[in-house]
């Protein structure tokens, strides 16, 4: 087998790997919300077994019908909507001071330290997770303002 032609047949494997591998991740990211939208407009009945998910018979749009009606669906959503909104007030509120405050620290050596112990708190309860990724996000978009803007302050 000459040279030309290993390295051909090598990339075309290569090429085929990584079809493979983002074939199965495809699958793996998109098999279970399928299974969900299928399995919520099937009756009961028909979605207890795995081929019965995938068929397609016995649509119907009886689940998401009982689900407005019986369900209180829109009390839910707006106390959702109303406990999103106030969390995002409230974390961009204390959070943007603080990334524009650390995007103006010269010592990269502190900014470092101070921006690893912000994103450490991840590990902190529920409540706290959006403010060190807020910060993040902040500084990236703070760290992309010339210095010659934040001068005229």
């Not at 707006?78 to 909104?85: A, P």
């Not at 405050?101 to 990269?108: A, C, N, Y």
């Not at 994103?119 to 060190?132: E, G, H, K, N, W």
């Amino acid at each position: 087998m000459d040279r030309s032609r290993y390295f051909r047949l090598k990339r075309r494997l290569n090429l085929t790997g990584r079809y493979a591998i983002l074939a199965f991740w495809f699958l793996v990211c998109v098999l279970p919300p399928l299974t969900l939208v299928l399995a919520s407009m099937k009756s009961t009945a028909l979605f207890q077994t795995i081929p019965d998910i995938f068929s397609l018979r016995g649509f119907t749009s009886r689940n998401y019908v009982a689900a407005l009606n019986q369900g209180n669906f829109l009390f839910h959503l707006r106390n959702s909507l109303v406990i999103s909104f106030s969390s995002l007030a409230v974390v961009l509120i204390v959070t943007t001071p603080m990334a524009y405050r650390i995007t103006l620290l010269t010592s990269r050596k502190a900014k470092s330290t101070l921006v690893f112990a912000i994103l450490s708190t991840r590990f902190l309860p529920y409540v706290v997770i959006a403010m060190p990724m807020m910060v993040w996000l902040l500084l990236g978009f703070f760290s992309g303002i010339p210095y010659e803007v934040q001068e005229g302050r």
